[in-house]
């Protein structure tokens, strides 16, 4: 605004010089006139005469100039005056001060009426008195006037645009900074919901508070992440101290029983180190599998082949029919469907989805085997009773399992899908869960197929 206001200034200024240099101008044009109108004056003939002697030929021509003499009385006796049109009748006033005694002057005086802008004289001084020529400053005046009224315009249209321009950047620039300082601090103070505006589209100001929103949607997005891993950090130490807390309380407690003598007889002696060795098995499988998971956490590199998972899924089926009383296998792999992996890690894959499928489904599981150009998928479907919709979602989460009571009849921590969840990322897939009580379950393991690997 101080700028915009400078300018509007030295808009001002210039106009105010060039009204003064144009009104100099127009008085210096007069001044050129009234030199080349005057000449001696014959009093004894009272009839102008030019400068070489001769008598003026065209005497009763239209002329604006005024001619006449100041005698020695100081009055003014008038030999011509303006015959044009709108000439008034006055004559300039001059006193005894403004003539000169020798020489000539140019003068600025005003008429005998009082009103306007007066007459400008050329005076020189005589041997009969003071010659005089004089013209009105009307037109100088009224030019003047003119110029000052266009610039009066124009200084209210630019001052007028200038305004407006001060308008537009302050609602344009300022308006909105301020809303987005406010808006700043009370996001210093921890309310993440509110949003900068800016001012409008394609500004400035909004491209910064489009940039500014997403960099708050990212830090809020990255602080509830923290939250959830902290909630599923500490969700897992209690888990896995749960897990663990169990067998080496068992295994301390048949120590202290054995230490105390209370265990006698030689069969209750074996029944205790059968029951340590079996708590001692379970927490050493427990501490593989999270050694397992936090070799898949840091990316193991791997070294892929092509692996027929048709081929691989009948194996395993093959191997949990011999495993699992009760439980009837059924595959459908019509042709072989080709991936780039490493078969290990698939095939433990595949194994813990279908033991997982056996022990906590129902009594028949089928594995499906498909795929396409772009993907090959791996369906393994139980008839159990099923998972709710919340449960299912969170299924390959560490230590999560549907038996909230924890029983260990299963025999499971909680880990085996997690652990597949794991293998298949490395892989570059994903795994699906699709659940709901009453009607089993269906874990989908979806696998890139590169050009190479596609049957």
Request: charged share 25%.
């Amino acid at each position: 605004m101080v700028g915009l206001a400078g300018i509007a200034a030295a808009v001002i200024m210039v106009a105010a010089f060039v009204t003064a240099v144009t009104h100099s101008y127009l008085v210096e044009q007069l001044d050129e006139r009234l030199a080349s109108s005057s000449g001696p004056v014959d009093t004894t003939r009272h009839e102008p005469r030019l400068s070489d002697g001769d008598t003026d030929p065209d005497v009763s021509r239209p002329s604006d100039v005024l001619r006449g003499v100041v005698d020695s009385s100081g009055s003014l006796q008038v030999f011509f005056s303006p015959n044009v049109d709108g000439a008034d009748g006055t004559v300039p006033v001059l006193t005894a001060g403004d003539l000169p005694t020798s020489g000539s002057v140019f003068l600025t005086v005003p008429a005998s009426d009082g009103e306007g802008p007066g007459y400008r004289v050329l005076a020189k001084a005589t041997s009969f008195g003071t010659d005089i020529t004089a013209l009105s400053l009307d037109s100088v005046e009224a030019t003047t006037q003119r110029l000052m009224l266009i610039e009066a315009v124009g200084l209210v249209i630019v001052i007028g645009g200038l305004a407006a321009v001060g308008g537009w950047v302050i609602r344009l620039g300022i308006t909105p900074m301020r809303r987005m300082v406010d808006a700043s601090a009370r996001i210093a103070g921890g309310d993440l919901d509110v949003r900068l505006e800016g001012a409008g589209r394609g500004s400035e100001s909004a491209a910064l508070a489009t940039s500014l929103n997403t960099m708050i949607s990212t830090l809020t997005d990255a602080l509830e992440e923290r939250e959830r891993s902290e909630a599923r950090l500490r969700e897992f130490v209690a888990d896995a101290s749960h897990e663990l807390r169990t067998p080496l309380t068992t295994v301390l407690g048949y120590a202290e029983l054995y230490r105390r003598g209370a265990l006698t007889r030689d069969e209750d002696i074996a029944d205790a180190w059968r029951r340590t060795e079996a708590e001692a098995g379970r927490m050493r499988r427990l501490v593989e599998d999270l050694l397992e998971l936090a070799k898949y956490d840091a990316e193991p590199q791997m070294s892929p082949i092509e692996v027929d998972l048709s081929a691989l899924c009948a194996e395993v089926l093959g191997d949990a029919t011999a495993a699992r009383e009760g439980v009837s296998f059924a595959l459908d792999a019509a042709a072989p469907i080709i991936v780039m992996g490493d078969p290990d890690r698939l095939r433990q894959a595949v194994i813990n989805v279908v033991t997982n499928a056996a022990v906590h489904g129902g009594s028949a599981v089928r594995v499906a085997v498909s795929g396409d150009d772009a993907v090959a998928r791996i369906a393994v479907s139980d008839d159990g009773p099923g998972m709710s919709p919340e449960m299912a979602a969170r299924a390959t989460e560490r230590f999560v399992r549907g038996d909230h009571s924890r029983t260990r009849a299963t025999g499971g921590a909680g880990l085996g899908l997690a652990i597949t969840a794991a293998i298949v990322s490395v892989h570059g897939g994903t795994l699906d869960v699709d659940s709901a009580q009453g009607r089993g379950t269906t874990v989908t393991l979806t696998f890139p197929r590169q050009p190479s690997a596609r049957a």
